[in-house]
């Protein structure tokens, strides 16, 4: 009788198994450091929130714990007035993203499907904003909000200077050129007979824009949405610069409410920031998927 295995049985058995290539261990081998490395700050930052601020001052922070607490969570809301903040922060947010999305989805589909002669041009500048450093223009920009006068309705002070208005102004101004660049990048790999199909059928420039145009970048603008949130809503530079009131300020700068004159709690300013990052892993977990598959599509197509 013949002893020879079959190549099933073999493969079943677990008697067939090819070493792994070594590049290929190697790069998951850094995918797992990078993602411990990303994550050390957040989980020592959440260690730190959960113990009381008399453990700490005792034995150190980089200690084990001898108690550990979720009165520092509810300390933080309290002191810094958190929720008036947040609302603060939606109002700053909300209104940046939206604004941001509408005009680059615009702009992009005349880049990339009117002819016009200088759409290579317009690119470039767009794309140009973004290589610009914020810090460069602060002292002309703080100059000009002093002096650009506003509605009451849009700022109390009536001035662009110390207002929500202000705030989403410069947002949208450098998130604009970055959204711009993937949109009109993401459209030229939507086939062009689907427009003239449409042109064919009388469909004018508007609704080739709105009814075909828009639905199909709804994975692009998704991911768009989400970075955006991300971005604008842990803003902490424009905020401090181009706002003097706090109880105007976004939540990400209200953290400051929380160090004392002499002494800073950091038990309760790590809290504060753990509460500050909900909204950003709420608005990632609802949006992931379409966020991925955003990324995806726009990788694959071309």
Same mark, same amino acid.
């Given at each position: 009788?013949?002893?020879?295995?079959?190549?099933?049985?073999?493969?079943?058995?677990?008697?067939?198994?090819?070493?792994?290539?070594?590049?290929?261990?190697?790069?998951?081998?850094?995918?797992?450091?990078?993602?411990?490395?990303?994550?050390?700050?957040?989980?020592?930052?959440?260690?730190?929130?959960?113990?009381?601020?008399?453990?700490?001052?005792?034995?150190?922070?980089?200690?084990?714990?001898?108690?550990?607490?979720?009165?520092?969570?509810?300390?933080?809301?309290?002191?810094?007035?958190?929720?008036?903040?947040?609302?603060?922060?939606?109002?700053?947010?909300?209104?940046?993203?939206?604004?941001?999305?509408?005009?680059?989805?615009?702009?992009?589909?005349?880049?990339?499907?009117?002819?016009?002669?200088?759409?290579?041009?317009?690119?470039?500048?767009?794309?140009?904003? @973004? +290589?610009?450093? &914020?810090? /460069?223009?602060?002292?002309? #920009?703080?100059?000009?909000?002093?002096? $650009?006068?506003?509605?009451?309705?849009?700022?109390?002070?009536?001035?662009?200077?110390?207002?929500?208005?202000?705030?989403?102004?410069?947002?949208?101004?450098?998130?604009?050129?970055?959204?711009?660049?993937?949109?009109?990048?993401?459209?030229?790999?939507?086939?062009?007979?689907?427009?003239?199909?449409?042109?064919?059928?009388?469909?004018?420039?508007?609704?080739?824009?709105?009814?075909?145009?828009?639905?199909?970048?709804?994975?692009?603008?998704?991911?768009?949405?989400?970075?955006?949130?991300?971005?604008?809503?842990?803003?902490?530079?424009?905020?401090?610069?181009?706002?003097?009131?706090?109880?105007?300020?976004?939540?990400?700068?209200?953290?400051? @409410? +929380?160090?004392? &004159?002499? /002494?800073?709690?950091?038990? #309760?300013?790590?809290?504060?920031?753990? $509460?500050?990052?909900?909204?950003?892993?709420?608005?990632?977990?609802?949006?992931?998927?379409?966020?991925?598959?955003?990324?995806?599509?726009?990788?694959?197509?071309?």
């Amino acid at each position: 009788m013949s002893t020879q295995t079959s190549p099933a049985l073999a493969v079943r058995g677990g008697g067939d198994r090819r070493p792994r290539p070594r590049g290929q261990v190697l790069s998951q081998v850094f995918l797992v450091c990078a993602s411990v490395l990303w994550l050390l700050p957040i989980l020592f930052a959440l260690y730190v929130a959960i113990r009381p601020y008399s453990d700490t001052r005792k034995h150190g922070y980089v200690s084990l714990p001898h108690s550990l607490t979720l009165g520092n969570f509810s300390d933080a809301w309290t002191q810094a007035n958190m929720g008036r903040f947040f609302w603060n922060s939606v109002l700053i947010t909300v209104p940046a993203v939206v604004i941001v999305l509408v005009l680059a989805s615009g702009a992009a589909f005349v880049l990339t499907r009117v002819n016009v002669k200088v759409n290579v041009a317009l690119l470039i500048v767009f794309t140009a904003g @973004n +290589l610009l450093p &914020q810090q /460069v223009i602060i002292t002309p #920009l703080f100059r000009m909000y002093l002096k $650009i006068p506003l509605p009451h309705f849009l700022a109390d002070s009536g001035l662009m200077y110390n207002s929500a208005f202000g705030l989403i102004v410069i947002n949208v101004a450098f998130q604009l050129g970055f959204c711009v660049f993937v949109l009109s990048n993401y459209m030229k790999s939507v086939p062009g007979e689907m427009y003239e199909a449409a042109l064919v059928d009388g469909a004018g420039l508007w609704t080739r824009f709105w009814r075909l145009t828009v639905p199909l970048c709804r994975p692009a603008l998704a991911a768009l949405a989400t970075l955006l949130t991300t971005w604008i809503y842990n803003d902490f530079f424009w905020a401090i610069t181009l706002m003097s009131s706090g109880d105007k300020r976004p939540v990400t700068s209200a953290l400051a @409410n +929380l160090q004392g &004159q002499f /002494v800073t709690n950091q038990n #309760l300013i790590a809290a504060g920031a753990m $509460i500050a990052a909900i909204p950003t892993l709420v608005v990632y977990i609802l949006l992931q998927k379409q966020f991925i598959s955003g990324l995806s599509l726009g990788a694959s197509k071309g």
